[in-house]
Structures are given as C-alpha cells and as structure tokens.
C-alpha cells in the first residue's frame, strides 16, 4: 500500500536529526516532506504549507503555540489535533521516552498515521543512541589527550620513557583509589600554574 | 523519619518556579525526608505528556491547565489535582515602543494603571487603521490569557475581533516584540523585565493591576501518584510552604535572584530577576515603578488554592469559548483544587488558614483580617473594573459577561 498523499512537515531545531526523519519519511514512501529546522516565523509557515501530520521534537518550545492552533488561530484553514491513540497508551509512553510528537489534521484516520509516529519514534531513538556514543568517543578522546599531556609532562621532567610515565599515573590512581584521567588532569592544571605557557 | 519520599518535579524556567526552585536548593524538601528532583522543561505541552506517562509526579504548571486537562481539554492529559498554589500575581503587558508611544499620546501614563492605559489602548484602535494589533500570550490555558482578555474586553476592546491573540514561547516574546511580529504580550517574568531591558519595550500594565492577588501557577499533581503517595503529597506541601515563608523575606531577595539565574533553573542575569521580587519594575525609558503585591509567594494565603480561583478560570474558558457551560464540568473545576488537602498538609505547622474553600474574588478593596485558624490578612484583591465573582454564582457571572 503506498502511504503517499499525505503531506508531512518535520520541525525540529536538530538539522541532523531532521534529516534522518525526512529520510526515514521518504524510504516509506511519504515524498511531500517538508523539513522546518528555524523556528523564525513558524506559524506564518505552518499555515502556508497546511500539512496534514506535524512531527515534532518533544522539547521544542513552540509546542505550546503549535497546540494553540487547535483553537485559537484562525491561520490554519483545518483544525489540528494532537497524536493521540487511545487504543494503544504504550505508544504514548514510547514517543515521549523517545522525545518525539506528531500532530494530525483532525478526521485523518489513524492507522495512516500510526507508521509515521512508529517510524519517528525508531529514528529518534537511533539518533539518541548515536548522540551517546558520539559523547562518550569524545569524552575519551579527551581523556586520552589529558593522559598524553600528563605523560609528556613526566617524561620532560622526570626523565622517564612513556611506559614508566604512564605506570606511575596509574600507580597514583590506585593508591588514591581515583581515575588515571582525574590524576593526569591534576598534573597538567598544576604544571599550568607553576609554568604558565610552558606545558603547551 | 523513618521513610524517605522520592519525589521528581516538573517545571519551566520562570520566576516562579521559585517554591520548587527553594524547596531542593535551601534544604526545605530535605528537611522532610524528601529527594526531591527537578525536570526542566520548555513548553507546558510536555510538562503535560511527562505527566501524563508518568516521568514526573507533579509540576509547576499555569493555574487553568489542570482544570483544563481534566476537562479533557488537553489531551494526553492525566486526572490532576491541585493541592496548593505557587504564589499570586507575577505577570504583565508589554508593549512596543510604537505602540507605547501612541498610548501615551492618548493618555497612557506610567503608574501602569489598568483603567487610563486601556482607555489610551482603545483610542489607539479607534484610530488605526490595518490590521488588528496582535498581542502574545504563553499558552490557551494560562492566566496571561485571560487577564489580558479581562483587560481589554473590560475597556470595551474585542480581544477576538479588535485584536489577534497569539500564542508564543515567553522567551521569543521580546525578539517578536523587537522584529514587529507582534504589538505586545503578556507574560511571566523575567519576560517582561527583558522585553523592557533588552528589547526597548514598554509596560502598560501588570496582572496586579488588574486583577490584585491574583492566582497563577500552581503545584499539578497526577492525581493517580498523590491518591497512592499522600504522605510524600504532604510532606511536599510542607517543604513548599516553608520555601514560600523563605522566599517572601527582602533579605533573601538577592540570593533568591541568584539562584534562579544559574543555568539549571531561570539561566537568566540576576537583574532580569530582581524586579519582580522587590516590586521594583522598569516600565521602559529608564522609569521604574513600585508595584506593591506584583508577585506574592506567600502573604495573603498566596499558596491556597481557593476553589474560586478554578472556578473563576472556568468561567473564562466559557467566556472565551473554550468550552461550553454545564453544571457537571462547573463540577469538575471546582474539584479539580483541593484545598481539603492543603489544610491537613499543613495543620500542624500553626499557621493562619483560611476557614472558608472559596470567596468572593474581587470583594476586598482593603487589606482585610479574616475569620481563621490563625491571624490571617486577605486582599485588597480587586478587578480594576470593580468586577466581583461570586463563586456561588457562576451562572449569573458567565451571563453577565456573555452579553458584555
């Protein structure tokens, strides 16, 4: 069954992420998708593309005035209504943990949304995964780089080799009970201050 | 104690989620057992869903939300209860420099007086010519909403018709203001302290204006987490009311401002804080005027959550037409507050409580002793038009202002 014919908008502030729900529209079928990643004058444009499912980021602060359209604007020309699916509370559940929402024209049916919500709600949560283990890559390339700074420091004043260097931090480490990282952080902040541009 | 209470709290980075803000900062949530954690969110939309599927178990919320929720308003909505009020007053109208200017021109003065500058709004209408004016507001269910709406309909201007009303995140309420997208707003604080400080805006008046202790947000609570947890309910209600004694003290002011600044609660400067807690508020051009009650966290039974107040919301969803009137949802929103749990929440504190579960809003043109467990002083609480709600009537007060 070709699920095309309905015209999605996508807003959120994540062009990354956008990106990946657009895609993910697109290899279902859906070909109207329209992507809005700067909030700037939303609702003008929101009325202008007059879509018939919104999908959007849970955290996003224009929520509220996005709800509003369901009865205080006279800028949509057809009512919206939030994703609800009553038959189904789990679904909920799954896209606020997700951190997602969809909106729909009211009388739309549901199962022709419902796919949309499943997909967004997959893709959102791959994208979250992803930003993890994006952070934590970072965040031990850091530790690496604090390490290297620290053996380098040892080395040059202690006139000791890279392996003798890097046994002594992780000697501290363990009679302080504390991490390698945190050790060689302390080494490189206290040669920072006893020789301030010298450590670079 | 024996038994610790976990407790997460939803909020919005406003002035006023000060009590919660307070309660885990300064120990109060400590002091009674509780580990009290604080969710910060950007739109009421997911204070609502959080609440909803149950990432957090109560919420500093807009007074009309809940009542609204459980009109089925609101969906996903949970049942919710509101067991206490998070203080009184707070907001206020900003307005653009075009639009200041030309209400000034029509008698518009800075005492921020709610009858002589919507008279001078209403002269600028009349002579303009275009598009209406468009005025923001944070939510459909907000007290911003219908003040502003009281306010205008009340100096003979059509808020549906003589004005568009649009509905816009607080902290885009100063650029929209700056970039000509909308004429003016009402909003909470630190929103209007911004939109006059960094944005060349000016006030035209303030919630206390026009409506005196009058209510805001509240403490939302999923009904289903307070039935099966009463004495973590209780318990909360205790650290929030100390935190309401704490953050009404002038001495605290600063470290109050202070607090709410850092990143993880308001993230605002300290000087975009302090206005509202001392009174103080900077109109615009340099002016600042002192605004007695402009937010109350606790005098005057600022955290009872009156059942006139619901009552008084509900009214204006009807005014509005958010909703139609029945006795069965008058029902609802009335039972939606609850101050029966307030009172035994705090019984043993021998604190002054108000005897009754509702008055007559409006009622009071003077600081008033009333008839209580303790010494407790209500009011003034007036509607700058004279108004009164008569809690006992509802029907003859949505009348009266259907045909107005």
């Known amino acids: 069954m070709k699920p095309s014919g309905l015209n999605v908008l996508v807003i959120d502030e994540n062009r990354i992420r956008a990106a990946i729900i657009e895609e993910g529209l697109r290899d279902a079928g859906y070909d109207q998708v329209t992507v809005i990643d700067i909030m700037h004058g939303l609702a003008r444009r929101i009325a202008d593309l007059n879509p018939d499912v919104i999908v959007i980021d849970l955290e996003n602060p224009n929520r509220d005035m996005l709800e509003s359209m369901f009865q205080l604007s006279r800028a949509v020309k057809r009512p919206i209504a939030m994703f609800v699916d009553r038959s189904d509370e789990a679904s909920i559940e799954a896209a606020v943990e997700a951190g997602v929402s969809a909106y729909i024209v009211d009388g739309l049916k549901q199962e022709r949304v419902r796919p949309i919500l499943k997909m967004a709600i997959s893709r959102f949560n791959a994208f979250s995964r992803l930003n993890r283990e994006l952070e934590e890559t970072r965040g031990e390339l850091e530790n690496r780089k604090v390490i290297d700074r620290a053996k380098g420091l040892l080395m040059r004043s202690r006139g000791l080799s890279e392996d003798e260097a890097y046994a002594l931090l992780r000697r501290t480490a363990m009679n302080q009970n504390r991490k390698i990282v945190e050790i060689a952080q302390s080494l490189v902040t206290a040669a920072s201050l006893l020789d301030p541009g010298g450590t670079q | ?404």
């Open chain 2, 1 to 404: 104690m024996t038994t610790r209470h976990a407790i997460t709290a939803g909020f919005v980075p406003l002035l006023d989620s000060a009590l919660l803000v307070v309660a885990r900062e300064m120990g109060f949530a400590e002091e009674q057992a509780i580990d009290l954690t604080l969710l910060r969110e950007r739109s009421w939309a997911s204070i609502r869903d959080r609440l909803a599927v149950r990432h957090i178990d109560v919420a500093h919320i807009l007074g009309p939300m809940p009542i609204a929720g459980n009109l089925g308003l609101n969906v996903p909505a949970p049942e919710m209860i509101v067991p206490m009020a998070l203080g009184l007053g707070g907001n206020a109208v900003t307005v653009s420099p075009a639009l200041w200017q030309a209400m000034a021109e029509h008698g518009a003065t800075v005492d921020l007086d709610a009858r002589t500058n919507g008279a001078a709004l209403r002269k600028v209408i009349d002579a303009r010519k275009g598009t209406p004016l468009r005025f923001g507001v944070v939510h459909a269910y907000s007290g911003h909403n219908y003040e502003l709406r009281y306010w205008l309909a009340a100096n003979g201007i059509d808020p549906d018709r003589e004005i568009e009303v649009v509905v816009l995140p607080p902290p885009d309420m100063g650029d929209a203001l700056a970039e000509d997208v909308i004429d003016g707003y009402c909003a909470g604080e630190p929103w209007n302290t911004f939109g006059v400080l960094r944005r060349g805006g000016h006030l035209a008046t303030v919630k206390a204006a026009i409506w005196r202790s009058s209510p805001e947000k509240v403490l939302g609570v999923n009904a289903r987490w307070g039935g099966t947890n009463p004495e973590a309910m209780a318990a909360l209600l205790v650290a929030l009311h100390q935190a309401s004694l704490w953050c009404a003290r002038p001495e605290n002011y600063e470290a109050l401002a202070t607090l709410l600044a850092k990143p993880a609660y308001v993230g605002r400067d300290v000087e975009l804080l302090l206005p509202a807690l001392n009174g103080n508020l900077p109109v615009g051009g340099g002016a600042v005027q002192t605004i007695s009650d402009f937010f109350v966290p606790n005098a005057k039974a600022a955290t009872f959550p009156w059942k006139s107040h619901a009552l008084w919301f509900y009214t204006q969803m009807v005014r509005w037409r958010q909703i139609e009137h029945t006795a069965e949802r008058q029902r609802i929103a009335a039972e939606t507050y609850r101050p029966d749990i307030y009172r035994a929440a705090l019984k043993d504190l021998g604190i002054a409580m108000p005897s009754a579960s509702a008055k007559v809003e409006g009622a009071l043109t003077v600081a008033t002793p009333v008839g209580s467990s303790g010494a407790l002083t209500l009011g003034p609480d007036g509607f700058f038009d004279g108004g009164r709600f008569d809690p006992d009537d509802v029907e003859a007060y949505i009348a009266s202002q259907s045909t107005g």
